[in-house]
């Protein structure tokens, strides 16, 4: 595995290269363009390289954060929810993490999951509906999945990579922008001439072409990504059915409900919730097929190593060298453990469950009539007691 | 979540596990999508009129603007068929369904035998069967 994050790494490099290239590119044509002078192609990829560099501190200075508040995520406590704590706990160990993520809570009714950070400093955060749809095989088989992201260093590629593409999709923004207020037109009546109207057509072209080049360059590499991390999950859990069964549920889920995500984070989620809708695919989606995906894990049988798992990916989608020589090698027997036996209970029991732990970090007072209404009572409610809606009751929130 | 009537902040009422948000000054019902379908599944019951209405053609909202609690988009009217069909307002972007006091009892009353009907009813008779006992004041 390790020879493998190396060879990722090499990879990821030469990706941020790549689109550091075109994005100098982009700004130096338009400098040029824009201003009809040689002088204006410094300026234009100085520009380009300030948006990126100012862009690349905050992510780093506050990326993850953006990306949990975004997302409408909560931290929260073992308290709140000892049963996930507890499988990111056991994820942690199994993973040989140093430090175990912090773990935040996201109200929608779309199950899905997605991690920031680094190995060091990171968080997982999944939402209500996941915690309402799964088991905790599944459940454990999702966590593994992300901690596999952020073991394998896939977290902090994605935030960087993630911002040149932003930086070059603002960069042909401004340029669109500026077209429509004429400023690119006529080169202010200076005359140019055929020079100009060259430079006006390259910066054209990479204008169009830089945006999706760029995308191309993300997708193509965090594809790979998502393979290696769910044969992680399979190995951590040794149970490679649980994250399969997640899956499937999740991508039937995302299927049905319309997304209310960000388009920044979708790629981050286990499963890409526009990706999944048919808008995105091929060589534009961050994710492989989720049903390819789940053919992989239940291919694999009687083990969960990382052999196993090569073994299945080259027979399902006919490609090799996923997975390095050193990590098929030396990871040796992991057998496949059996299906964890407990009473589940039901999605809306476990709705509620991590619904009410949102409401309490709001600020909600919880009550129960005796008729059997429960009452949530939004912190704007100051009065100590209210009228039970269905049986007329006064019920006292302190 | 806001009324989207009054504008007052709503309280959480949960029933069987169901939760449904509602109004302690104009006694309407916010029916989160997802939480119908929850009492869908867990009824058993083949979705009805009233998933039916949620994923409906809608027709523009006559009368004062009134925005989705989730969403805040403006929220359009659908009808919920049966023997006697209901007009109920509902997000466009299918957050889910408001139910006016008197909407809620006219959409039980007609729930006409559709098992997720009878399974809305179920659910929401209580707070309509309060509204009834309770005596008229005003
Ligand atoms: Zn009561
Ligand atoms: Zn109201
Ligand atoms: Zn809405």
């Known amino acids: 595995m390790w020879e493998q994050i190396r060879s990722n790494r090499r990879k990821s490099a030469i990706l941020l290269v790549l689109m550091a290239v075109l994005l100098l590119a982009l700004g130096s044509s338009l400098g040029a363009a824009a201003t009809g002078a040689p002088e204006g192609a410094i300026a234009g990829a100085a520009l380009a390289a300030a948006v990126w560099l100012i862009l690349t501190l905050v992510a780093y200075a506050g990326g993850d954060n953006i990306m949990l508040a975004t997302a409408g995520a909560r931290r929260i406590e073992k308290r709140d929810l000892p049963k996930l704590f507890n499988i990111v706990e056991e994820m942690t160990i199994a993973s040989g993490l140093p430090v175990m993520p912090e773990v935040y809570l996201i109200e929608s009714n779309v199950p899905n999951a997605f991690a920031v950070g680094s190995p060091k400093r990171s968080a997982v955060a999944v939402t209500t509906g996941l915690l309402a749809r799964l088991n905790r095989d599944e459940l454990q088989g999702v966590i593994a999945h992300e901690i596999g992201h952020i073991r394998n260093q896939d977290t902090r590629f994605i935030v960087l990579a993630g911002v040149m593409v932003a930086a070059i999709v603002l960069i042909a923004d401004l340029f669109w922008r500026s077209m429509a207020y004429g400023r690119f037109r006529g080169g202010r009546g200076r005359g140019g001439g055929q020079a100009q109207a060259i430079l006006m057509l390259v910066a054209l072209v990479l204008v169009i072409l830089s945006p999706i080049l760029a995308r191309l360059l993300y997708f193509a590499c965090s594809r790979k990504r998502e393979y290696l991390a769910d044969a992680s999950a399979a190995r951590f859990t040794r149970y490679p059915e649980g994250l399969a069964s997640a899956l499937e549920k999740i991508d039937k889920a995302v299927l049905s409900e319309r997304p209310d995500v960000n388009r920044v984070i979708a790629p981050m989620y286990i499963v890409n919730p526009l990706a999944a809708r048919g808008g995105i695919s091929g060589l534009f989606s961050t994710h492989p097929p989720t049903a390819e995906r789940i053919r992989i894990l239940r291919a694999m049988g009687k083990s969960a190593s990382f052999a196993q798992y090569e073994e299945a990916y080259r027979t399902v989608s006919g490609k090799s060298g996923l997975i390095g020589a050193s990590a098929l090698a030396d990871s040796g027997e992991t057998p496949v453990r059996e299906a964890a036996a407990e009473t589940e209970p039901v999605a809306a029991a476990r709705k509620r469950e991590a619904m009410d732990v949102l409401y309490r970090k709001s600020g909600y007072r919880i009550a129960q009539c005796t008729c059997g209404t429960r009452m949530k009572v939004p912190p704007t409610h100051p009065d100590p007691a209210i009228p039970c809606p269905t049986c007329g009751r006064s019920v006292s929130v302190g | ?138």
């Open chain 2, 1 to 138: 979540m806001l009324c989207p009537v009054c504008l007052s902040e709503m309280i959480v009422l949960e029933m069987d596990r169901i939760e449904v948000d509602h109004c302690l000054r104009c006694k309407g019902v916010w029916l989160d999508r997802g939480e119908l379908e929850l009492l869908v599944e867990m009824s058993g019951a083949p979705s009805g009129p009233i998933r039916g209405a949620l994923e409906g053609r809608g027709r523009p909202l006559i009368g004062p603007k009134r925005r989705c609690p989730v969403c805040g988009v403006r929220m359009d009217e659908v009808d919920v068929e049966g023997p006697a069909p209901v007009v109920v307002d509902r997000c466009p972007r299918r957050h889910g369904l408001w139910l006016d006091e008197g909407e809620l009892g006219r959409l039980i009353e007609s729930a006409g035998g559709a098992p997720e009907t009878e399974a809305v009813k179920r659910l929401l008779g209580r707070l309509l069967q309060s509204e009834r006992g309770r005596p008229e004041s005003g």
